[in-house]
């Protein structure tokens, strides 16, 4: 199979995988014939990709840090609690409902993560546009266990870790929707009432049957940053709490690799290198370090142009080897089909490398 923008799918192409909405609903099952109206549906909604049969690629698996399943019984948890919070208006008591609800997805999702503890991952988590409030979430909540488990942090600390992750944004619903979804820049204005919003979330917390105090430092700090640059407080290096640190990352890097309303997504790669950058003045580079080594830069079904001008798709990633992973060529010089795909694993040659990597709204779908 293979990951086609809804912009490049065609009438004819078959669904590989279900396309799921936000909360879990099928929107369109596997096994199904893309039809003109099928396109349109999916536009509407606010899809931007799906997946698609290839006979080429059969035997590629699009491995993901967490099942469908599990996120989307997460993304529909963090969503009723912030309707509830919502709804609650200044009593705010909505979350204190949820407590067993958000200790069994702790616990799922400490499960899955800690089952690949020492593979490179992926985040292949295909969004609505409608629903990114939650994946973020959800996602930030998954690559913070991640890394926290790799820094071999006890199970303890991985559910007040997990727990602060998946609730860091509850303080948004706060803030008005004309401003989160705006698509040019904020005003003055705007923007300081965005920075209220790690305040209200612990403000919130603070008010319900859950709270501990190291779940709420990470809702409150999760935007104070390494060198001091962040908010509310300023914190630089060590004054800001470990648990935080780690989800700073988790979160920022999420937010570069999603499409938002002012901009397209950064490649996985590309977002590794802004972060790396960014080590020792805006983040914890011990943190940095573990996890960039966790990720695999180019995932499977990634679309790489080799230095020899072929190209293909990523088709597994090793341990080790970050940067080079096993490529299906399916194309010469400028995407001419090659007539015999092979597959080479650029942690066992020399002399090949990736040099660019094809935009996927461009990239050629036969």
């Known amino acids: 199979m293979r990951k086609v923008t809804v912009e ?4 004819g192409m078959m669904t590989k995988k279900p396309v799921l909405g936000f909360l879990g609903q099928v929107m369109l099952n596997a096994g199904i014939e893309i039809k003109p109206k099928h396109i349109y549906y999916l536009k ?15 035997d590629l698996e699009v491995s993901d840090l967490a099942t469908d399943e599990l996120r989307s019984e997460s993304r529909a948890l963090i969503a009723q609690i912030m309707k509830d919070i919502d709804s609650a208006g200044e009593a705010k008591k909505g979350l204190a409902f949820k407590e067993k609800e958000i200790q069994d997805i ?51 600390a991985l559910k007040i870790l997990a727990a602060g992750a998946l609730l860091h944004d509850i303080g948004l619903v706060a803030v008005p929707q004309a401003i989160l979804r705006k698509p040019g820049a904020l005003t003055d204005e705007e923007y300081n009432a965005v920075k209220q919003h790690p305040a209200e979330g612990y403000e919130i917390f603070r008010r319900s049957k859950l709270f501990s ?8 700090r999760h935007h104070e940053r390494y060198g001091g640059q962040g908010y509310p407080g300023g914190l630089r290096e060590k004054e800001i709490p470990s648990l935080a640190r780690i989800v700073m990352v988790a979160e920022v890097f999420d937010a570069l690799t999603s499409d938002k309303v002012y901009r397209r997504a950064y490649p996985v790669h590309k977002a590794m290198e802004m972060l790396r950058g960014w080590s020792g003045e805006l983040f914890d580079p011990e ?27 990523v088709v597994a990633n090793k341990p080790g080897y970050t940067y080079r992973p096993l490529v299906r060529l399916l194309y010469k010089k400028d995407y001419d089909p090659h ?28």
Not at 213 to 220: A, C, D, F, H, S
Request: overall charge negative; glycine content about 8%.
């Open 8 to 11: 490049q799918l065609e009438p």
């Open 44 to 58: 509407q909604l606010g899809v931007n990709a799906i997946y698609v049969h290839d006979p080429r690629l059969e």
């Open 106 to 156: 702790i616990a799922k999702i400490i499960t899955q993560v800690t089952r690949v503890k020492d593979i490179p991952v992926q985040i292949s988590d295909i969004r609505t546009q409608d629903g990114y409030v939650f994946s973020h979430s959800v996602n930030c909540c998954l690559l913070a266990t991640l890394i926290g488990a790799r820094m071999n942090y006890e199970t303890g």
């Open 213 to 220: 105090e190291r779940i709420g430092e990470i809702i409150l």
């Open 287 to 313: 943190v940095i370090d573990i996890f960039l080594e966790s990720l695999a830069a180019y995932p499977v079904g990634s679309h790489v142009i080799l230095n020899s001008g072929e190209s293909g798709l």
């Open 339 to 366: 007539p015999a795909p092979y597959d080479l694993d650029l942690s066992r040659v020399t002399g090949m490398e990736i040099t660019g990597l094809v935009d996927e709204y461009e990239a050629p779908t036969c």
